[in-house]
């Protein structure tokens, strides 16, 4: 059974700081592709950041020299540090395991962590 648990979120003032966590079981997470994106309330799904298994690293323009994707295979971890937060990254991430090159999404979803940026 496949489980990918987010962590990390939470409320934080603007140019703060927060480093989301994604624990994965159940896959064989090496071999994956891994992804964060993130919904804001009345908005589409957004990708933030992706990594592939050997660790090609890509960014959504709104996050590029702002956040940092990173993965610890051993640990079977991904990690999103975040800094210089804007009110715009207030969203609920989702982490994302497997891309699946067949159907062009990942196979894989967690239940995703809050992000809250205050003013």
Known sequence: QV????????????????????????????????????????????????ISSDGAIRYGDSVKGRFTISRDNAKNTLYL??????IEDTAMYYCAACWASSRSTFSHWGQGTQVTVLA
Do not use: I
């Open 81 to 86: 540090q975040m800094n210089s937060l804007k």
């Open 3 to 50: 489980q990918l648990v987010e962590s990390g979120g939470g409320s934080v003032q603007a140019g703060g700081s927060l480093k989301l966590s994604c624990a994965a079981s159940g896959v064989s997470f090496r071999l994956c592709g891994m992804g964060w994106y993130r919904q804001a309330p009345g908005k589409g799904r957004e990708k933030v950041s992706t």
